[in-house]
Nanobody, 124 residues
């Protein structure tokens, strides 16, 4: 049974930090590209960050580059998203996902396993 469970969301003030975690099980984690996406109310789900199977390649949306860092621990089947200098426009539900294809991936359609999401709210 595949499980992808995000945690670490919450309410933070502008300029603050949060660290999201995503624990995966039920599939061979180290063979999947992992990604973070987010969806604000009334908007489409947007790509945030992705990391290759070994963690040596990462890619970010321009809107978060320099503020967010994605990492993974294959021994613990976990991927992280460190978010610094948060802004109100970062407010969204954040989703973790796993993709079989590619080296890294920004396209939601390539991701086969998704978590339920964790809410991040940044107050101004």
């Amino acid at each position: 049974q595949v499980k992808v469970v995000e945690s670490g969301g919450g309410l933070v003030q502008t300029g603050g930090s949060l660290r999201l975690s995503c624990a995966a099980s039920g599939f061979t984690f180290s063979t999947y590209v992992m990604g973070w996406f987010r969806q604000a109310p009334g908007k489409e789900r947007d790509f945030v960050a992705t990391i290759s199977r070994t963690g040596n390649i990462t890619y970010y949306a321009d809107s978060v580059k320099g503020r967010f860092t994605i990492s993974r621990d294959n021994a613990k089947n976990t991927v992280f998203l460190q978010m610094n200098n948060l802004k109100p426009e970062d407010t969204a539900v954040y989703y973790c996902a796993a993709a079989r294809a590619g080296v890294v991936s920004t396209a939601p359609r390539q991701y086969v396993y998704w978590g339920q999401g964790t809410q991040v709210t940044v107050s101004s």
